[in-house]
């Protein structure tokens, strides 16, 4: 059994938290304890029905306010695999926590409301997910039992969706008609839509292939922390310990080490459990090399004919997420990527991205809280860096305001 | 080509996330800590330290908070295991925040140390000086939790504010913190308690024996089965019987319930919980059931 992990975009509005309520009850993620819970809320509020957004909606001021603020992580599994969805709300003030539940997923859910059609904010939501490169996205056309189920419905929204997608480059798109409040097409196939002929939602889930999303060509190994035991045992032993962010190694491959160049062999991929004969992402295991090198944390090891760029000038989208400060030219901050931790100076912001439109705004000057722009960045030593699209790890960073140490931004190299 | 599809099974992503946050943090902090319960939570989360450094010991020492109502077997327990991984143990101990006046203990029938311990924890931390600190938290624990990040800043009175928390990508975690402040570190954030016991299974952990099912004079408080103890206070109306139960979570005595169980092995505990419809902290404690809110309110004091 593997892992698939999903962003789910959308409103309450459009039925996201339904259609949460429903995958998790469906699969018994939600117990008994819980529901009651819910359902004494909501009795104690005067809400009519069992509100299922109060199962996500963890803090006080959320239950409080009635809206989601904050990313929250919900598990479940099936038989053929386990699910870790980051919940993510729709407003528009919150695409900080879209970019922050897509970094990591596999695969987002769009919900659109088959009356609304796609809405800015689904254009938003696709956005945010192709430039985050999830790998898979799914537009959930939901409430189809308030359009009677109507086919014409359906390909008038794809026809739609597919056109504003094919400017933004995504990759693997599947549309399904469903309604989260009464079942169709979530679990199993509706026999309200006879005309459609894919999978259910959690069959999609289940079977989507993501193996093959992570990067096995290209070796990249952050050295991340180095063992020396200072045991008799293991006198002499050093070992380089990281998780790999690309390619496979194997014990005898030729590696190169950088900043250095220099080049040597694998001597043995070690873990607790004994050596293993590869190692590939997202592995963490301790490699031991056949030549004594200088090697400390936020190196990498690569392959001599296919390294990373060593840039200490870099072109990336970032966005900015800090409340109270602004990205501008000549802003100083820390930069974490990989394993290597630097200083940076914004050296340029090529413009500003309106998310709903795509326009290029070249006159800005700043980027404020939620924005995303291009910028040029120095950097006070040298990253070794693919391109985003590349591999999302050794292609994102973050960056850290040096007065606060708030995570105020987050960078995808291009 | 490639030979294989190198797919991944869902606990070893989950080793393999847990193992490089703690590198992370051995690698960014000056002094880190393992909160070291005996629980099953920290009994994994102990196992992937050790793996994370392996050959070389354990880079910190484990921490746990005492509140002298722990189950003796579990205190057994915790003591063997240290003394195994020869890892340095810190007991702060609630008792002594007592008698230095620190807090002051409740009376009556319910009461119970548990709010106490946040005192005598971060009291712990700023003595140490202890800049992180792992805990073997789950997300899927509780809805405050669900909402926590992997590396979560806490201020310096120890305070966690839900509403501003910092953003967490990818696999890059900010350790910046200033003096006096702290981060709490959650490796098995993404762990079920399903997982946790898939894990036990796998490893072949040995864990304290109040886990599995045995014969234990108990008594009935709001549902829950309470356990005969010098430090559990029991009023007359709440007569003792026997029963065959285990603990599903390990805390105090004075409010972790017991559940009815023949579960004797750990294949067996895992069917009880793949079947079971209520949550492990809805089933066995009393403190979450407070208020809607209990848990979110306890953790932004700096409880665990």
């Not at chain 1, 169709?184 to 999303?213: K, T």
């Not at chain 2, 009935?220 to 139960?245: K, N, Y």
Request: aromatic share 8%; proline share 4%; glycine share 6%.
């Amino acid at each position: 059994m593997d892992i698939l992990r999903f962003a789910t975009a959308g409103s309450v509005d459009d039925g996201k938290s339904t259609l949460i309520g429903r995958l998790l009850f469906d699969s018994k993620a939600i117990f008994e304890d819980q529901l009651e819970a819910v359902e004494r809320t909501s009795r104690d509020r005067g809400t009519e029905y069992t509100d299922l957004s109060l199962l996500t909606d963890g803090l006080r001021a959320e239950r409080e306010q009635g809206i989601t603020i904050d990313v929250a992580y919900r598990y479940f599994a099936t038989p053929k695999r386990k699910f870790i969805i980051a919940d993510t709300p729709g407003h528009i003030q919150y695409t900080r926590n879209m970019v922050t539940g897509a970094s990591t997923a596999d695969l987002a859910i769009i919900l659109i409301d088959a009356r609304k059609g796609v809405l800015e904010q689904s254009r938003r939501h696709a956005f945010l997910t192709t430039l985050l490169r999830v790998p898979h996205l799914v537009v959930a056309i939901n409430k189809m039992d308030l359009v009677d189920y109507a086919e014409e419905r359906f390909e008038e929204i794809r026809e739609e969706f597919t056109q504003f997608a094919s400017k933004l480059n995504a990759s693997d798109l599947s549309f399904i008609p469903i309604s989260a409040l009464h079942g169709d097409n979530v679990v199993s196939r509706s026999e309200n839509m006879p005309w459609y002929q894919g999978p259910s939602l959690l069959h999609h889930l289940e079977h989507v292939h993501i193996a093959s999303d992570r990067n096995l060509v290209d070796v990249r190994f952050p050295v991340q922390y180095v063992i020396r035991p200072h045991k008799t045992e293991f006198h002499d032993y050093r070992g380089y310990a990281g998780q790999v962010a690309g390619g496979v190694l194997k014990p005898g491959d030729e590696v190169m080490h950088l900043p250095s160049g220099l080049t040597t062999k694998i001597a043995s991929i070690d873990t607790f459990d004994g050596p293993v004969t590869e190692a590939f992402a997202p592995m963490s295991v301790t490699l031991r090399l056949e030549d004594h090198l200088d090697i400390s944390r936020g190196d990498m090891i690569c392959r001599p004919n296919n390294q990373p760029k060593v840039a200490q000038e870099i072109d990336a989208m970032v966005c900015w997420m800090a409340d109270a400060t602004k990205l501008t030219p000549r802003t100083k901050l820390t930069i974490k990527h990989t394993t290597r931790t630097a200083r940076a100076l914004v050296k340029d912001l090529h413009y500003r991205l309106d998310v709903n439109t795509l326009h290029r705004d070249e006159a800005a000057t700043s980027l404020s809280l939620n924005e995303i722009g291009r910028v040029s960045l120095r950097i006070t030593q040298p990253l070794f860096v693919d391109d985003y699209a590349r591999n999302r790890l050794t292609g994102g960073f973050i960056l850290i305001d040096e007065a606060t140490n708030g995570t105020v931004g987050a960078g995808m190299i291009v | 080509m490639l030979q294989h599809d190198y797919t991944t099974s869902q606990l070893d992503v989950l080793e393999a996330e847990a193992i490089h946050i703690m590198r992370e943090v051995a690698a960014e902090f000056e002094r880190p800590c393992l909160l070291f319960s005996g629980g099953k939570d920290s009994i994994v989360m102990l196992r992937i330290a050790e793996k994370a450094f392996w050959p070389a010991p354990i880079p910190f020492p484990l921490m746990h908070v005492d509140t002298g109502h722990n189950f003796p077997e579990v205190i057994d327990y915790r003591d063997r295991r240290a003394a195994e991984l020869g890892a340095r143990l810190v007991v702060a101990s609630v008792q002594d925040s007592i008698d230095a006046g620190r807090v002051v203990e409740e009376t009556g029938r319910r009461a119970s140390r548990n709010r106490l311990q946040t005192t005598t924890l971060l009291d712990g931390i700023e003595e140490n000086e202890f800049d992180a600190v792992f805990g073997g938290a789950r997300r899927d624990e509780e809805k405050a939790r669900a909402k926590e990040r992997v590396f979560s800043f806490r201020d310096d009175f120890g305070q966690w504010d839900p509403k501003n928390q910092r953003p967490e990508l990818w696999n890059l975690y900010n350790a910046k913190i200033r003096k006096g402040e702290h981060i709490r570190v959650f490796p098995l954030s993404n762990w079920t308690e399903l997982d946790v016991w898939d894990y036990i299974r796998r490893e072949g952990i040995e864990i304290p024996s109040i886990y599995f099912a045995h014969t234990r004079r108990v008594f009935e408080r709001d549902g829950m089965l309470l356990p005969e103890g010098d430090v559990v206070q029991r009023g007359d109306d709440e007569p003792l019987f026997e029963a065959t139960v285990r603990y599903r979570t390990v805390g105090d005595m004075t409010c972790t319930g017991a559940v009815t169980s023949t579960a004797a092995t750990v294949d067996e505990i895992i069917a009880e919980i793949a079947a079971t419809r209520i949550t492990e902290r809805g089933a066995t404690r009393a403190d979450d059931r407070a208020s809607e809110a209990a848990m979110e309110d306890r953790k932004k004091e700096g409880y665990f």
